[in-house]
């Protein structure tokens, strides 16, 4: 996210609070003074924008998707999990990538990392939320 507000947002500042798209709402809603969403998994980064103050901090960020075959994704810490073709079979394995040695996702270490993948999974089936509809169950 790139931001430019002149006489309030510093120039050339940074951050790396984990963040996503679901964060825009409460965090414009908080810059223009207006009270938050009650029911949003977004938070409020006023403050890491700002650079007035102590961000909330969250352990994961979690997406679905049951486009494309289905697929799941976790980002946590420096970690990124991804579980793909979940419609067309109950087996799926995780891919597992360290984001701070390898930004480009090339080199799936999930065999070399099983507590992660044991963590990650068990976030996946935490948030996955079953659907009448849904094409497909999870399956460790």
Known sequence: LIIK???RVA???????MAASWDLMPTLLSLLGAPAPTQSDGI???NAI???GEVQQRDHLYWEYQSGGGWQAVRRG?????????????DVKLQLYDLLTDPQESNDIAAHQPD???TMLAIMQQEHTPSPVEHWNFKN
């Open 50 to 52: 700002l650079g007035t």
């Open 5 to 7: 507000w002149p006489n």
């Open 44 to 46: 409020d980064l006023a």
């Open 78 to 90: 420096n970690w990124k999990a991804v579980r793909r073709g979940m419609h067309n079979r109950a």
């Open 11 to 17: 120039p050339g500042g940074s951050n790396a609070t």
């Open 116 to 118: 992660v993948v044991a």
